[in-house]
């Protein structure tokens, strides 16, 4: 398996029977809740146009450092949740293979940079950024979080997102986005059920099939399971899903023009391949990177995944074109075991 591109979270609560399948070693509160703190009880912006561009190019800056010089101390300070997990295995591990840096890293460059800023009450507050960048044409969509006025704005989610598929937000009278708690009512389903739903649909698959789009996070993940990593008489290959704790991981939500909403959330998979012979050897070098203990028959990935998706409003999620579809899906190894 070839990782994507901190300290890895312990996989703790990972209770399901695990479902087989095989290959080749490729080797708190919801964002949306309320949270009183200090007696604030007021409707209020989550922050102000110009704080949320120096947040933002802050944020640009700790960047271009961290990848240049493959260091995740600066993209730490910038970044928190699954995104700080992911980056910061990632560029730990690059930096194991490249301990010069990246000296040919392109520095990143936002511009038609848009703030979609909620009103909210209490703590923990957000906001999300629809971006251009210089690498491609595609958008990219941050939502930047903190708990209480005296912490820092972190990214808490990064997700990449076509021009053609990026929806058309809710705004008031005075332009403000329209945050949706984890709880909400009239939608296909409520934002804070999505990691269980989603995780659900891929270890059993006809519990989720009416709810989810097919597509390459969905229909196309169950089915590369089921072949690439097809059981043979050499190689064993287990997985298993699971819904982040919105404790941890709180799911973010912006109400959309159709009523529906745009939903980021968190999950957590793993993946453990036993050979019939052992040891395992590991090809990856971003896995071997990471890699803790001795391979001698088999290894253990623990992944964290950052999903962005679009859920229709309920009236319409029961037909086949109004299901909750995927515009993104970035999924990384935080940590590998070898026994």
């Known amino acids: ?51 949320a561009e120096r ?3 802050h944020f640009v800056e700790a960047t271009n450092v961290a990848n240049g010089k493959l260091d995740p101390g600066p993209a730490g ?9 992911i980056d910061g295995a990632g560029l730990k591990a690059r930096h194991v293979n490249h301990p010069a840096g990246n000296p040919g890293y392109q520095p990143l460059v936002f ?16 906001f999300v950024v629809d971006t251009a960048e210089n690498r491609d044409a595609s958008r990219w969509l941050l939502v930047f979080t903190r708990g209480g006025s005296h912490e820092a704005w972190r990214a808490s989610y ?15 009278g005075d332009g403000y986005a329209e945050p949706v708690g984890p ?46 990593y097809a059981p043979t008489p050499e190689v064993y290959t287990q997985f298993a899903d699971e819904a982040a704790d ?9 109400r959309l023009a159709d009523g ?36 001698g028959k088999s290894v253990t990935l623990v992944d964290l995944a950052e999903q962005v998706v679009r859920v229709p409003p309920e009236a319409t999620g029961g037909a086949a074109n109004h299901q909750v579809t995927f515009l993104n899906r970035i999924e990384g190894t935080v940590s590998a075991s070898g026994r």
């Open 1 to 51: 398996m070839t990782a994507p591109s901190a300290h890895p979270r312990p996989f703790r609560r990972l209770r399901r029977r695990l479902p087989a399948a095989a290959a080749v070693l490729l080797l708190a509160t919801g964002a949306g809740g309320c949270v009183t703190v200090h007696g604030e009880r007021a409707l209020l912006p989550a922050t102000g146009k110009a704080d």
């Open 77 to 85: 300070q910038v970044e928190t949740g699954a995104l700080a997990l």
């Open 111 to 126: 511009h038609d940079t848009r703030y979609l800023i909620p009103r909210q009450r209490g703590w923990p507050k957000w």
């Open 246 to 254: 919105p404790a941890q991981y709180p799911p973010v939500a912006l």
């Open 183 to 228: 709880t909400a009512q009239g939608l296909a389903v409520q934002p804070g059920q999505l990691g269980a739903r989603y995780t659900d649909y891929l270890q059993h698959g006809e519990k989720g099939a009416a709810l989810f789009a097919g597509g390459a996070w969905t229909s196309g993940l169950r089915q590369t399971r089921r072949t690439r």
């Open 260 to 295: 529906g909403a745009l939903v980021f959330f968190t999950t957590h998979h793993l993946m453990r391949q036993t050979v019939a012979h052992g040891p395992v050897k590991v090809t990856d070098p971003q896995i071997a990177a990471l890699l803790t203990g001795t391979p």
């Open 158 to 172: 990064l997700n990449v997102v076509a021009p053609a598929e990026l929806p058309v937000f809710a705004t008031d």
């Open 55 to 57: 947040t933002v190019r």
